[in-house]
Nanobody, 120 residues
Framework: QVQVVESGGGLVQPGGSLTLSCVVS????????MAWYRQAPGKQRELVAT???????NSVDSVKGRFTISRDNAKNTVYLQMNSLKPEDTAVYYC??????????????WGQGTQVTVSS
């Protein structure tokens, strides 16, 4: 079994900062890509940022320059540092891990989500 657990969400004023964390635990060989997604009320879930095993990162245009994804492979953890937050960043943020469960099997795992609300 593999578990994915996010933390760090909350209420923050516009212009503020938050850091989300996501820890992957359980029985697996290695973690491939880790990513953050978000889903705002009434909207589809969208990709925010991805972090590869070699340190490569990507993020969508709407968060470039404000959000930074990073990984600590030794701790099986991915972070999302969010600065200059805007009301439109309000959403449930989900962590995704693409995990090599066995030598012949890779699977996607999702966390339960953490709420980020940006409001004055």
């Amino acid at each position: 079994q593999v578990q994915v657990v996010e933390s760090g969400g909350g209420l923050v004023q516009p212009g503020g900062s938050l850091t989300l964390s996501c820890v992957v635990s359980g029985s697996f060989l290695t973690i491939n890509t880790m990513a953050w997604y978000r889903q705002a009320p009434g909207k589809q879930r969208e990709l925010v940022a991805t972090g590869g095993t070699g340190g490569t990162t990507n993020s969508v245009d709407s968060v470039k320059g404000r959000f930074t994804i990073s990984r600590d492979n030794a701790k099986n953890t991915v972070y999302l540092q969010m600065n200059s937050l805007k009301p439109e960043d309000t959403a449930v943020y989900y962590c995704n891990a693409y995990v090599k469960v066995t030598w012949g099997q890779n699977r996607d795992y999702w966390g339960q989500g953490t709420q980020v609300t940006v409001s004055s």
